[in-house]
């Protein structure tokens, strides 16, 4: 009978433990993008995918001296916030650089996130 109430113990205790990681926010976003594949619109389309809603990320140079991100970097971004809405696909759109008042660039990229069921 302890042995039975032990067993029930640990088994109800652990249903609401939640793992979490302590590893930095660099780690988590490499995990992140790495599930992420890039396609096509056509891909999309033979494969049905769900789209998710359009994501974006960009970047205001305020110096001459400060360097701009590269579009993969844009892109890896884009993939770690299309795994934040819960899709596995991306499909990039295009980035979009000019002047402001308060940059000296400003770049925005955008794409499309998707889940893509492979069944």
Known sequence: MKRLMVLCLILTGC???????????HVQNSIRKSVVKTYT?????E???????????????TSYQEGVPSKSAFIS???VKTQKLGGNGLVFDSCIVNQSASCNTH?????????????
């Open 77 to 79: 971004t884009l993939k």
């Open 41 to 45: 619109n056509y891909e999309m389309w």
């Open 15 to 25: 249903s609401s433990v939640n793992f979490t990681t302590n590893a930095p926010e």
């Open 107 to 119: 770049t925005l990229c955008r794409g499309v996130a998707y889940l893509v069921s492979y069944d």
């Open 47 to 61: 494969l049905g995918a769900k789209r998710l809603g359009y994501v974006e990320t960009q970047h205001c140079q």
